[in-house]
């Protein structure tokens, strides 16, 4: 992402343009006005059509598994960051 600021009509960029968008169109929103979502509630409506969630044995203990480890990995590289001990 890049930022910018609009100055008289002429849009002025932070930092340089990356090469490998060169030729792409882009779009510029206001920094403080969230993407437009598009066709939301068809979206949603899909989603709740699929109806419930269903797992296959063991699935649900294996993402919870898998979590659980992911929040022991990101606490230890955080508390590393920050220089505390284990």
Do not use: F
Not at 9 to 23: A, D, F, H, K
Not at 41 to 64: F, N, T
């Amino acid at each position: 992402m890049i930022q910018a600021r609009i100055q008289h009509g002429v849009v002025e960029l932070n930092q340089p343009i990356p090469s490998e968008w060169e030729g792409q169109w882009v779009t510029i929103t206001p920094a403080d006005c969230d993407p437009p979502l598009e066709d939301l509630e068809s979206h949603l409506a899909a989603l709740d059509a699929l109806g419930p969630m269903e797992y296959e044995p063991g699935e649900e203990q294996e993402i919870a598994n898998a979590l659980a480890e992911l929040d022991r990995t990101s606490l230890a590289a955080m508390k590393a960051l920050a220089g505390i001990e284990r």
